[in-house]
């Protein structure tokens, strides 16, 4: 076979090259990388053809320089994960390991390891957004606990105002025409009421004793019968 016999093309791809490669993936999808010499015709071996579409063709690719946000994130992923290109790359979309790899090496790497006081005040830095997270994260809690909470009283209310007014219309028009601007409007005049009612009542029940002599002793008396001397 030709790969066998070193008839890889290897050097520059062409712009023909790319286009191929481009049909192929549309066509088959991505992944399937040692079949693009067979299918598409293209002199190149399966790795070949994968870091071409993976650092230059993709569409979602970002084109351009690294901008000062994504340094500072290169630089705080690679202060927690070392020289791990492939998981920083998942925290920068359209850029790839290789190009983060490679902005590092020109960068940084020749400049010198961080510094001891670096490395602190970074962990501090990633530290305190982690706090400010968190405080955001349980303030919103907080706000929506609150909010939970007076609907539950609005509707504890409103529960209460429904059982009042079924409990009046229990009770006659008539009766509600009297007592309830009473119970309402002057609480204090109902409670002397009911207690000026008592003493009326009271009363009554003593004047009858007056009237009628319904004592013991008038009992007796009115049956014709003497009381015993002791």
């Known amino acids: 076979m030709e790969h066998q016999l070193g008839f890889w093309r290897k050097g520059p791809w062409t712009a023909e090259e790319d286009r191929l490669l481009v049909e192929h993936v549309k066509l088959h999808g991505e992944g399937r990388w040692n079949s693009v ?5 293209l002199k190149r071996n399966a790795k070949s053809c994968r870091l071409r579409w993976v650092n230059y063709l993709r569409p979602d690719l970002k084109r351009g320089r690294i901008t000062p946000h994504e340094e500072r994130i290169i ?13 920083i790359a998942r925290s920068l979309p359209g850029r790839t390991d290789n190009e983060i790899k490679n902005y590092w090496r020109t960068h940084f790497k020749n400049k010198g390891k961080p510094t001891s006081e670096d490395a602190r005040k970074l962990k501090a830095r990633l530290l305190k957004r982690k706090m400010f997270q968190q405080e955001q994260q349980k303030r919103l809690q907080l706000e929506k606990n609150e909010e939970d909470m007076k609907k539950f009283m609005l509707m504890l209310e409103e529960s209460d105002n429904k059982a009042v007014w079924r409990h009046q219309d229990m ?12 119970m309402f409007n002057n609480p204090q005049h109902m409670v002397e009421s009911t207690i000026n009612e008592d003493f009326v009542l009271w ?3 003593w004047n009858m004793e007056d009237v009628h002599d319904v004592t013991t002793e008038g009992c007796v008396q009115n049956l014709g019968m003497s009381m015993p001397f002791f």
């Open 75 to 87: 630089l705080e992923l690679h202060a927690r994960w070392g020289n791990r290109w492939s998981t």
């Open 203 to 205: 009363d009554g029940l």
């Open 37 to 41: 010499s067979r299918l598409a015709g």
């Open 171 to 182: 009770v006659p028009e008539d009766i509600q025409n009297v007592l309830y601007p009473i």
